[in-house]
């Protein structure tokens, strides 16, 4: 069984976050939530549901797996995949937001 590690998920995103340059108060209106929610998820003291996780992650433009797993679990899962996700990193905010409206508008029509 998998047991989440809050404070260490909260961590990622946190280092995420700054890595991109946002505030608390723009993550958090972007994935619809109040800033001080937002802060218990950084801090660890919010037992995020999934949906809320996704949200943070399409803001973030990272894979849930960059936020809910080890580093070292992660990296496994990351090595058989293609510098796509190296690219969508260097993009802003927007460029991210549509790419994965079109990825979504694309698997829709499967």
């Given at each position: ?6 404070k260490?998920?909260?961590e ?6 700054k ?6 108060l723009e ?11 937002y802060a ?18 399409n803001?973030l433009?990272?894979l849930?797996?960059?936020i809910?797993?080890d ?6 899962q ?5 510098d796509?996700?190296t ?15 079109i990825?979504?508008?694309y698997?829709?029509?499967?």
């Amino acid at each position: 069984m998998i047991e989440a590690d809050f404070k260490k998920i909260g961590e990622r995103i946190r280092s995420y976050r700054k890595k991109l340059g946002y505030t608390q108060l723009e993550v958090a209106e972007a994935a619809f939530f109040t800033e001080r929610a937002y802060a218990d998820i950084e801090r660890g003291k919010s037992n995020a549901r999934l949906d809320s996780i996704i949200n943070i992650c399409n803001v973030l433009g990272v894979l849930p797996n960059d936020i809910l797993l080890d580093e070292e679990d992660n990296e496994i899962q990351k090595s058989g995949q293609s510098d796509i996700l190296t690219r969508l990193e260097n993009c802003s905010y927007k460029e991210r937001k549509t790419a994965l409206a079109i990825l979504n508008a694309y698997l829709d029509s499967l």
